[in-house]
């Protein structure tokens, strides 16, 4: 099935902007600018949250999932199609995080 609201845009990203130390997050066509311990509490959020709730609660309140980008308590209000994307966005980032680090550690060069 496809919904014109899942279409993956191409800008949609995770980066890390080495000189500022902040991670860059382009997603619908906004760049949000996130300190490392708020990337990892976003990304604590996103795999704890009990996706499998949201998609069989037929509440109006299971619709729209409200993530956390910020610790000042700044919110993405996202759809439950958007947030699985959004959801897998950082998974990557932190898989490919981890193979750098393991890389590192046992010495291999990676550009």
């Known amino acids: 099935m496809h919904l014109p609201e899942q279409e993956v845009q191409s800008s949609d990203r995770?980066?890390?902007?080495?000189?500022?130390?902040k991670?860059?997050?382009?997603?619908?066509?906004h760049v949000y600018e996130q300190r490392l311990c708020e990337f990892l509490n976003t990304y604590?959020?996103?795999k704890n949250i009990d996706l499998e709730l949201h998609?069989?609660?037929?509440g109006k309140e299971f619709d729209i999932i409200k993530v956390p980008?910020?610790?000042g308590g700044r919110n993405l209000k996202?759809?439950?199609?958007?947030?699985i994307y959004f959801r897998e966005m950082y998974l990557e980032e932190?898989?490919?995080l981890r193979l750098e680090n393991l890389l590192a550690s046992?010495?291999?060069?990676?550009?």
């Open 69 to 71: 980008l910020f610790l």
């Open 23 to 29: 991670y860059i997050v382009f997603f619908d066509d």
């Open 94 to 96: 932190m898989y490919r």
């Open 106 to 111: 046992l010495k291999i060069s990676f550009s």
């Open 78 to 83: 996202l759809s439950i199609t958007r947030y």
């Open 14 to 21: 995770i980066s890390y902007d080495f000189r500022k130390g």
């Open 44 to 46: 604590n959020f996103l």
């Open 55 to 58: 998609l069989l609660s037929p």
